[in-house]
């Protein structure tokens, strides 16, 4: 028999040749505004779901508005000093939420534009909540571990005066394009109604089709989750970016192969894959709701990060991609496509926590189903 050598150096150029570098075009590409950076803050869950808020203004009345994240911010974070206080320091108080807590908030007190309320307090040009969290928490602390255990009535207003100090107070009133408004008055301008928006998610530990309490470090609020067969979940997020809806999403963005930088976000077939799939389209793994189930329940699927879907992409080959828009900032040494990152379906599949949808997004058997 004869034998056939092949040297290195051709076996490199024949993988060179049959690698495949990432060639993205738009399927379809939902009106957002810019990509703008939450700077050093863990408040990722107010700029995405004021991203969504944004969109939505777009789609009932198309109006661009500069909403701002930090009123929500600002209007949050006593609701989670009050949870933290009451339950005796037993819970988690930190930057996180989700993004229900934005609707919530908005429920509350209302919607107000950036250029009212930037949350910057004339202080710096960018975020950075580093001290205001320590000096907050620290005053938590002090108020749990009260050696004459019994709380004074000014607590509340001592956490109000610090978060004054460092995002700013609350506007009641303000003008806004020759117009005054209340936060409440402007949120109705804006036409949106915190009760239209649901969130959905899918896992096999409790019924389909039912409301329960999603135990997650961030669910501080204990906000309700909607349970759906993960087929049915995924054709949720198609179903509302079909026509015209734009989705916000919770996810795990913990895996090395979820890449702001590459601006994708893959799972390889294989774990050999899993360094070239961010520069290289490689096999992806099919997702099962039971494997979903155990990377949940094994911790390597995790609350880490909340974005906003505004589209979908796709590569040469015609694997599709939902666009993500991050809150990352545009510099094009730390993030890649402007900001925005390319989840494959098989990611989205795994490693969505949930989304929050505008209810008239959903299909019509989920919606009856779901009895909304």
């Not at 907050?136 to 509340?156: G, H």
């Not at 928006?197 to 669910?219: E, G, M, Q, R, W």
């Not at 961010?278 to 990377?295: A, D, G, S, V, Y």
Request: a neutral charge.
């Amino acid at each position: 028999m004869k034998k056939i050598f092949v040297s290195a150096a051709l076996l490199g150029l024949i993988f060179t040749a049959n690698a495949q570098k990432y060639e993205f075009q738009t399927v379809s590409d939902l009106e957002s505004l810019p990509v703008i950076s939450q700077g050093q803050t863990g408040t990722c869950w107010s700029f995405s779901t004021t991203s969504f808020l944004e969109s939505e203004i777009i789609r009932l009345t198309g109006k661009k508005i500069d909403l701002s994240e930090m009123y929500q911010v600002r209007n949050t974070y006593p609701k989670k000093a009050e949870n933290y206080v009451m339950r005796q320091g037993k819970s988690q108080f930190g930057e996180g939420g989700l993004a229900h807590d934005v609707i919530n908030s908005a429920a509350d007190y209302g919607l107000v534009p950036n250029s009212v309320y930037s949350g910057l307090n004339g202080m710096s040009e960018n975020h950075n909540h580093t001290e205001m969290v320590a000096v907050i928490e620290s005053m938590l602390k002090t108020y749990v571990d009260n050696p004459a255990k019994k709380l004074s009535t000014t607590w509340k207003k001592a956490i109000d005066a610090m978060l004054d100090v460092y995002i700013g107070k609350n506007p009641s009133e303000f003008t806004f394009e020759g117009k005054k408004y209340t936060p409440q008055s402007f949120m109705a301008m804006a036409k949106i109604n915190p009760k239209d928006y649901v969130t959905v998610t899918s896992f096999t530990h409790v019924p389909n089709y039912k409301s329960f309490i999603l135990n997650i470090p961030d669910n501080f609020s204990n906000g309700s989750f909607y349970n759906l067969p993960l087929n049915e979940f995924m054709a949720t997020i198609d179903n509302a970016l079909a026509n015209g809806y734009s989705v916000e999403l919770d996810c795990d963005v913990s895996e090395p192969t979820f890449s702001g930088k590459s601006g994708v976000a893959v799972i390889p077939a294989s774990d050999e894959d899993a360094k070239t799939i961010l520069t290289e389209i490689k096999p992806e793994k099919n997702i099962t709701p039971e494997f979903r189930q155990q990377e949940f329940e094994n911790l390597t699927t995790t609350d880490d990060h909340l974005m906003h879907i505004v589209g979908k992409m796709k590569d040469q080959k015609g694997n599709i991609y939902y666009k993500v828009k991050n809150s990352w900032g545009t510099d094009e040494k730390r993030v890649a496509n402007g900001g925005y990152v390319y989840m494959s379906v098989a990611y989205m599949k795994l490693k969505a926590i949930s989304v929050l949808v505008h209810k008239d997004a959903l299909q019509k058997n989920t919606a009856k189903n779901l009895g909304v």
